[in-house]
T-cell receptor
Framework: DTGVSQNPRHKITKRGQNVTFRCDPI?????LYWYRQTLGQGPEFLTY????????KSRLLSDRFSAERPKGSFSTLEIQRTEQGDSAMYLC??????????????FGAGSRLTVL | AQKVTQAQTEISVVEKEDVTLDCVYE???????LFWYKQPPSGELVFLIR??????QNEISGRYSWNFQKSTSSFNFTITASQVVDSAVYFC???????????????FGKGTHLIIQP
């Protein structure tokens, strides 16, 4: 296994367009997370899945954002009607379950979104 | 108030110097976890250590060591004999599994950019 893979690595789009990011986690990991990181800040939690179930969504995940993990393997994060404030690095991570709150996350290299 | 404070935005040292990165956290929970992650220029965060709130033993791993002090709510990270390859942004993170803010979401600090000059 080569780790967590994210595509595309870079996306430039115009305001109002929709974008979709894909994450392929480590195959034996049943948990998958999405974080957002803006310049000079730490990652901020967006949502996570256990298998195909989306168990938690942060208040940062507005209704323009939707995440899916249809078969409990890869996940997609879609942003509709993008705004300039959506420009950020979108990080995906996966983990196996080690205990509530104790999970060690393996991160992908991220998908950088620039909204013009 | 921030839950995880990394007051040092940037630190620059010369290779072979020792350097300590500070992390102060805030939680009302008795059960929590603290983490350090490294983010090199490639962008991929790399796990370094996890510590639970009941284990205050300091830990050493090669040139890395961690000092966890519940009395001061700090979890500091020291690199001994720094090397250029240690240059990265280092993040401290807190997990509060029994608070209302999400069972598995980590709260990260803003990070400390460590520059090791040759």
């Amino acid at each position: 296994d080569t780790g967590v893979s994210q595509n595309p690595r870079h996306k430039i789009t115009k305001r109002g367009q929709n974008v979709t990011f894909r994450c392929d986690p480590i195959s034996e990991h049943n948990r998958l997370y999405w974080y957002r990181q803006t310049l000079g800040q730490g990652p901020e939690f967006l949502t996570y899945f256990q298998n195909e179930a989306q168990l938690e969504k942060s208040r940062l995940l507005s209704d323009r954002f939707s995440a899916e993990r249809p078969k409990g393997s890869f996940s997609t994060l879609e942003i509709q009607r993008t705004e300039q404030g959506d420009s950020a690095m979108y990080l995906c991570a996966s983990s196996s379950y080690e205990g509530r709150g104790a999970n060690v996350l393996t991160f992908g290299a991220g998908s950088r979104l620039t909204v013009l | 108030a921030q839950k995880v404070t990394q007051a040092q935005t940037e630190i620059s040292v010369v290779e072979k110097e020792d350097v300590t990165l500070d992390c102060v956290y805030e939680t009302r929970d008795t059960t929590y976890y603290l983490f350090w992650y490294k983010q090199p220029p490639s962008g991929e965060l790399v796990f370094l250590i996890r510590r639970n709130s009941f284990d205050e033993q300091n830990e050493i791993s090669g040139r890395y060591s961690w000092n966890f002090q519940k009395s001061t709510s700090s979890f500091n990270f020291t690199i001994t004999a720094s090397q250029v390859v240690d240059s990265a942004v280092y993040f401290c993170a807190l997990s509060e599994p029994y608070s209302g803010g999400g069972a598995d979401g980590l709260t990260f600090g803003k990070g400390t950019h460590l520059i090791i000059q040759p």
